[in-house]
């Protein structure tokens, strides 16, 4: 099992906020302008504002041929950064760091492999960027939150492929949290599974995966919180 690395930043740029759109009262998208920033799907980058000193990571939200950046944020009660950046206007600026990290699909794997995308809550963003980007993916997503009004953009990924778990409300495709599903839905030891989100919910799968036979080296985790 192996984890993004974080550690290689490149230099600081300035970019214009396009807009922002609100996906519930606590999470929204930033979008920007791009420019001439290359990034691969499952990269993200550290934003903040200038004259802070506080900036936080967020994995890329959009499609790699895209014209605009874009990063799903959550509103969270301790996040300085995150509501610094909500109060951010069109034509404001952003410092960004990055693209960095390595928590993303190898070419050869893309053509030939199936994943299994497990999210929770904005862990989902690195495979909305990774679905936008690979039309032809073989993937099927898992994606864990507390209310179904927390599936953020779900029509971005083909129904069919997407399951929605929802352990407060009995709004998803299947009611309890990721961990209960794939107790339920044993994995396929052949295919590649992305994990994404909090850190409990990241161990438990693990655990649950390795206990279904799943190799370690099928198994790649992004923890965000």
Known sequence: MSQGDHTTL???RSLN?????????????LRMERGDIAFRPGQCVILGLPGKQDMREYSIYSAADEPHLEVLI???????????????????????EGPVGFFTLRD???ATRRFVLIASGTGIAP?????????ALYYSVLHGVREGTEAYDRGAFASEHYTLCTSRDETGDFHGRVTDYLRQHPGDPSALYQLCGNVIMIDD???ILEGQEVPVDNIRSEVYF
């Open 127 to 135: 495979f909305h960027s990774m679905v936008g980007s690979y039309p």
């Open 74 to 96: 959550k509103l969270v009660d301790e996040g300085s950064v995150s509501r610094q950046l909500k109060k951010c206007t069109k034509g404001d600026t952003v410092l960004m």
């Open 205 to 207: 799968v693990c655990d």
């Open 10 to 12: 490149t230099r600081q």
């Open 108 to 110: 050869k794997d893309i």
């Open 17 to 29: 906020v396009i807009e922002i759109r609100d996906l519930t009262s606590t999470a929204f998208v």
